[in-house]
């Protein structure tokens, strides 16, 4: 007696099944492994070595910062300082500005002052809208 | 997939500084190196320890193959100036003047506390 056999039939399409399921695992990897880096801070453009430029002392102001944060204002030719909070550049640089359009921001820092403070005042030269910022350190 | 930056580098433990006027520097990843002060001075560039006046011998062949290239110093806020300063000195050196000093943003209210 004839034995009927059954063929298996193979089929030929790739079995998509399980696409979904890689598909997400690679979402929820990408998704936790994803680091949206932002840089952040003060820019500043540094002046090129051995490029110094005889300024005005009239079209500067000085503000010397001393190790306990405290600023020492200081414009051009005149020998009159105040010490001023940090908190106040801001108020000052403003309004010698709006005098003088001209006028550099030189931030003289003590060798020894935290850069914190370096920073807070950089912030507030910053705030005031001055784009002519000068870096230096204090010489002792 | 196409946002995924693998980082190349360890943060460094600092305090960083706070600053209001912190602003979004617009610049391409690969254009941004940072130079890493922590609050022993030490400074790292790229996870490697460099001494002060290797700085400038380190930035510059990176600066000679991209001319865009920003300088992000990311510095201690209780390092003394003189380091930052040494720093600042050692990248004119080697013509990458474009820098940042990397702060992170404060609000008003913070800042009035300080």
Known sequence: ?140 | MDSTVFRKERDQPIDWANAEATEKIDEKRKNIVHVWVDREGTVFINDQIVPYESIAGVIRPLYTENRNLVVAIRGDREVPYNQINTITEQLQASGAVRVTFATRIEQQVQRARR
Do not use: C, W
């Open chain 1, 1 to 140: 007696m004839a034995v009927l056999q059954r063929k298996e039939r193979v089929s030929d399409e790739i079995p998509t099944a399980s696409m979904a399921d890689i598909a997400f695992l690679l979402l929820v990897f990408f998704l936790t492994t994803t680091v949206f880096n932002e840089e952040k801070g003060l820019p500043i453009v540094l002046p090129e070595e051995a490029e110094e430029q005889d300024v005005s002392a009239k079209n500067i102001i000085f503000f010397i910062l001393r190790p306990d944060g405290s600023v020492i204002v200081r414009r051009g030719e005149r020998v009159l300082e105040q010490v001023v909070p940090f908190t106040q550049i801001e108020i000052i640089l403003r309004s010698d500005m709006a005098a003088n359009e001209n006028l550099i921001a030189a931030v003289k820092t003590d060798p020894f002052a935290p850069y914190k403070h370096m920073i807070n005042v950089l912030d507030e030269v910053k705030l005031s809208g001055a784009d002519r910022i000068s870096l230096q350190m204090l010489e002792e």
